[in-house]
């Protein structure tokens, strides 16, 4: 079954809005990760950011929802204004659902990163879709049955 949440993208306070949402909405983070802990070899876009900027963070906000976000920027940055900063993240059950519901919902818009297995664990990939839609589409390989 495919779980699907928000996904926020922030301009360099995404740490701050994560706080403020914690405080709102209570419990733990489930992951904190920052530009600092990639892999040298990911994309260069990255190293354009400050390290101490975050990369993804999760809060749960029930059994069934997490929200999430992260910090943009390098040429991603340009791109990101308030109203288009908020993307639809699906996760799914196999590498075979990722790669039929991600050639799906790009069909007439356009491959932002092709999905494709990534240092995190998962086959990720993201996507606008011919109305305009921000998605992200992933396969955990470590998620549990």
């Known amino acids: 079954m495919a779980q699907i949440n928000p996904y926020i993208n922030f301009k360099g306070n995404c740490e701050e809005a994560f706080n403020f ?17 990639m892999p040298p070899s990911e994309n260069g876009h990255a190293h354009e950011i400050d390290g101490e900027k975050i990369m993804h963070i999760s809060l749960p ?3 069934e929802t997490l929200l999430m976000g992260s910090d943009v920027g390098g040429e991603w940055a340009e791109y990101t204004i308030d109203g288009n900063n908020i993307q639809i993240s699906i996760n799914v059950d196999s590498e ?3 790669t039929q519901i991600f050639n799906g919902l790009s069909a007439g818009g356009r491959i932002n990163m092709a999905l494709e297995k ?6 990720f990939g993201m996507l606008t879709d011919k109305f305009g839609i921000n998605w992200m589409v992933s396969y955990d390989y470590n998620q549990q049955k």
């Open 21 to 37: 949402y914690k405080s709102v909405f209570g419990g733990e983070f489930a992951f904190i990760g920052r530009y600092k802990d």
């Open 61 to 63: 906000i029930s059994k």
């Open 96 to 98: 075979n659902e990722a």
């Open 118 to 123: 990534t240092f995190w664990g998962s086959f």
